[in-house]
């Protein structure tokens, strides 16, 4: 048994889909600095990231199910991120704004967290599921200004 929660240690290394065109990731940990960057169409759920998130994204999706490093979403300009108890002073809110996620968000959402839990076993993605209506009201969307 390991001496910490899955969702507080560094699963995933700088850089991981940095890139990515396509498919899913499912991590029970966090990702260090530079997760997703330059996504263009992977779908991601993580529980938590390093500084520099999302940077440049064009496309794709991703679920961020605990804090965020400093200068999330600098230079997004495609796709959607969904932040759980979101901190505005992470983010680059140059090119982005945040919103209250809709209902048909939250369908998706729901759907991707309890994935999630039943392909990695994660005790804070099941915690979450437990109570999803006040979850679900704790998610901030991320919307490229470029996107609307």
């Not at 961020?64 to 200068?71: D, Q, S, Y």
């Amino acid at each position: 048994q390991a001496p910490f929660k899955g969702h507080e240690a560094i699963l995933a290394g700088n850089a991981s889909l940095y890139g990515a065109t396509a498919g899913k990731s499912f991590m029970a940990g966090i990702a260090a600095e530079r997760f997703a960057v330059r996504n263009s169409g992977a779908t991601a759920v993580v529980e938590g990231v390093g500084d520099h998130g999302c940077e440049y994204m064009t496309r794709g999706l991703v679920v961020i199910l605990g804090g965020t490093g400093a200068n999330f979403a600098a230079g997004m300009s495609g796709g959607l991120a969904f932040l759980l108890d979101a901190n505005r002073e992470c983010c680059n809110m140059e090119s982005i704004d945040l919103e209250e996620v809709e209902a048909e968000d939250a369908a998706m959402l729901k759907e991707l967290v309890s994935e999630h839990a039943k392909l990695t076993g994660s005790a804070k993605a099941a915690e979450l599921l437990d109570d999803w209506p006040q979850t679900v009201s704790r998610f901030t969307k991320v919307f490229p200004k470029e996107y609307k």
